[in-house]
């Protein structure tokens, strides 16, 4: 098993930034997709952006292309995010996922993920 915990969130104003962290521990997957989903009140968990197994590339939501990046540390196992210029439809829980199974085609559906963090509340709010 694996176990991932995010960390990271919290309340700011819009504008303004945070960094979400996801450690990965446990049976860790090295090579393995690391992603990052959301999901506001009242809405499906969506897709925010992923680093492709270790290759080095990323993908993004359409909602946070130019405004998030993600990167990795793999000697820490470690995913980032980080959130610049956040805006009031960015809140959410934030959720990091894996999974080594992962194909390409696959990498924006929720459903495909196994493994997932407990989440780390986002507000952005004035």
């Known amino acids: 098993q694996v176990q991932l915990v995010e960390s990271g969130g919290g309340l700011v104003q819009p504008g303004e930034s945070l960094r979400l962290s996801c450690t990965a521990s446990g049976r860790t997957f090295s090579r393995a997709t690391m992603a990052w989903f959301r999901q506001a009140p009242g809405k499906e968990r969506e897709f925010v952006s992923a680093?492709?197994?270790?290759?080095?590339?990323?993908y993004y939501s359409d909602s946070v292309k130019d405004r998030f990046t993600i990167s990795r540390d793999k000697a820490k196992n470690t995913v980032f995010l980080q959130m610049n210029s956040l805006k009031s439809e960015d809140t959410g829980v934030y959720y990091c996922?894996?999974?080594?199974?992962?194909?390409?085609?696959?990498?924006?559906?929720?459903?495909?993920?196994?493994?997932w963090g407990q989440g780390t509340q986002v507000t952005v709010s004035s």
């Open positions: 680093s492709w197994r270790d290759t080095g590339y990323t």
């Open positions: 996922a894996t999974d080594p199974t992962l194909i390409l085609s696959s990498m924006r559906d929720a459903r495909q993920y196994d493994y």
